[in-house]
């Protein structure tokens, strides 16, 4: 009898821990901060059977990252944003940021079966033509940023295309056109309003929480939730822009001039651009496009005389605003299932530069057939006069980079239709790029820099910023997350390892 009671006392305490167990799963962890939201926030959340969930499934540049959470929610103001975080942390429940929603790494900006926060309705832009600075909402896109800056003649550096988010660009780093002159996008940065992992909001700028400030420059998703962006714009009414088109026969000379214009390209006047190199399948062959764009009316824009040089198929000059330059920028979503992946070599390494250019035409044949395959090489200049910035602000940046020399980073772009090619084009894109890089490291050519924006999920940027960075960036995480809500329940994209 005694026997039989001790036995069946067992099986209770073992339902019980059943139900305990139950209880603690991802599901009903996210069940309870589902519900928690809906209730008291019944105008800012949506689940599956509501009228727009789906569409807000697709709101991504990346079809591997339309994926679907179990509900979304959508602050409208930073305090929205706190009580979130407060009731996802008390559930224990896991989460996902969505800002523009174009990281092409699959669970950084989704979660499937958890919570995503979308940022969409934070879309504020406040201009103080005072001192010349704008402040943004998180839901914003860049295109909206230059849209409100036109009325002023004022412009700022942020995303070189239309629909790419303010939030992660900003704290990845941030190309423009004009990094030559204004340094990154981080670094025109002059506060941020952040809600940390346990609710709190914070400012973090040159004399508020300045250890903050300078980790969210560059410091990416690892420390709290930017609810407002404030940052430097410039008086920059009119630019003037070169789109040119260039054969197979013209691409050596393409590159050598990419070069050129990272070595020579001084801070005296904004001039950059987007370079890419597509290959097409039904040709076998390659061409490549430069978008040029300069500050001012000169027209055509001399800092581009490098490429005058390479006879082009094409050629078009303009002045225009910036906002109608980038409100023509489309960068459609959900296109192609995508792979970005690069390294970084220095800009005098051109003829290096061809050759993996070469290679890689002879490696986008052994997968030509993959179904819906979009091969393009891209090339970003990193002129030395961008980091003189951070060097030379008081403030700095986490990648801290020196300025005695330029670099250009060369990057594969590639696309596909169908989830059964995603391991091998991933698998495909790491080897090329490793192989070559290696190559690189032995002839010294390379430098270990790692865009977060251009890499694959396969990279670590943070083992190319300096140790001493890394190591700041851990304790200023340790006093402003001690609970490990950035590492822990929203764990998605570039995190910093513990
Ligand atoms: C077509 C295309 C063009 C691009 N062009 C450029 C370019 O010109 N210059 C350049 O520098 N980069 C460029 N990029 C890279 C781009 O900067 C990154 O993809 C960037 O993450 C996009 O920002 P987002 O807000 O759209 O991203 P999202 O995917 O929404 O977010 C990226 C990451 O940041 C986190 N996050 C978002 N908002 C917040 C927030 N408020 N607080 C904390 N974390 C947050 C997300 O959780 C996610 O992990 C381009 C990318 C694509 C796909």
């Known amino acids: 009898m005694i026997h039989y009671l001790s036995s069946v006392a067992l099986l209770l ?181 952040v809600v940390l992992g346990n609710g709190t909001q914070v400012v973090a700028s040159a004399t508020e929480n300045p250890d903050l400030f300078w980790a969210l420059k560059g410091g990416a998703n690892n420390f709290g939730i930017v609810t407002k962006f404030v940052m430097q714009a410039y008086k920059i009414p009119q630019i003037s822009t070169t789109i040119q088109a260039f054969d197979e026969a013209s691409i050596e000379k393409f590159i050598e001039a990419a070069g050129e214009m990272a070595i020579n390209s001084d801070a005296e006047v904004g001039a950059g651009s987007v370079l890419s190199i597509s290959y097409n399948a039904t040709t076998d062959s390659l061409s490549a496009s430069l978008l040029g764009v300069q500050e001012g009316n000169e027209s055509p824009p001399s800092r581009f005389a490098a490429f005058d040089a390479v006879p082009s198929i094409s050629r078009s000059d303009n002045i225009t605003t910036p906002a109608v330059w980038h409100s023509v920028l489309e960068t459609p979503n959900q296109l192609w299932r995508i792979q970005f992946a690069h390294h970084t070599v220095k800009a005098t390494a051109t003829a290096r530069l061809y050759e993996i250019l070469k290679a890689w035409k002879v490696a986008v044949g052994e997968v030509s057939d993959v179904q819906g395959l979009h091969a393009t090489f891209v090339l970003n200049t990193m002129p030395k006069s961008a980091a003189t910035v951070a060097k030379t602000n008081a403030v700095g940046n986490v990648w801290g980079l020196e300025d005695e020399e330029s670099l250009i980073i060369w990057q594969l772009s590639t696309g596909w239709d169908n989830e059964s090619d995603d391991l091998r084009m991933t698998a495909w894109s790491k080897n090329f790029i490793e192989y070559h890089h290696s190559i690189n490291q032995n002839l010294g050519v390379a430098s270990e820099f790692v865009y977060m924006g251009d890499a694959g999920e396969f990279q670590n940027p943070y083992l190319g910023f300096p140790a001493a960075n890394v190591e700041k960036l851990r304790e200023v995480r340790a006093s402003y997350d001690p609970n490990q809500v950035f590492v822990k329940l929203n764990w998605g994209g570039f995190k910093l390892s513990v």
Not at 27 to 56: G, I, M, W
Not at 85 to 100: D, H, Q
Request: net charge negative.
């Open 13 to 193: 305490a073992a339902a019980a821990k059943a139900t305990q167990v139950t209880n603690n799963t991802f599901a009903s962890r996210v069940n309870c901060a589902c519900t928690e939201l809906s209730q008291k926030l019944p105008d800012s959340v949506l689940v599956p059977t509501s009228a727009n969930f789906t569409t807000e499934t697709k709101h991504f540049w990346d079809i591997r990252s339309a994926v679907s959470p179990a509900c979304m929610f959508f602050p409208t103001s930073a305090d929205e944003v706190s009580e979130g975080v407060a009731t996802l942390t008390s559930c224990n429940a896991e989460f996902a940021i969505r800002g523009g929603g174009h990281m092409n790494f699959p669970g950084a900006n989704n979660i499937a079966g958890g919570v995503l926060m979308a940022l969409n309705r934070l879309d504020e832009i406040v201009v103080n033509e005072e001192d010349c600075t704008v402040s943004i909402g998180p839901g914003n896109t860049w295109a909206d940023v230059y849209g409100a800056l036109d009325p002023y003649g004022l412009y700022t550096n942020g995303g070189r295309l239309k629909t790419i988010g303010v939030p992660g660009l900003s704290l990845i780093g941030g190309f423009h056109y004009f990094i030559n002159k204004f340094g990154y996008t981080m670094d025109s940065m002059r506060s941020y309003d």
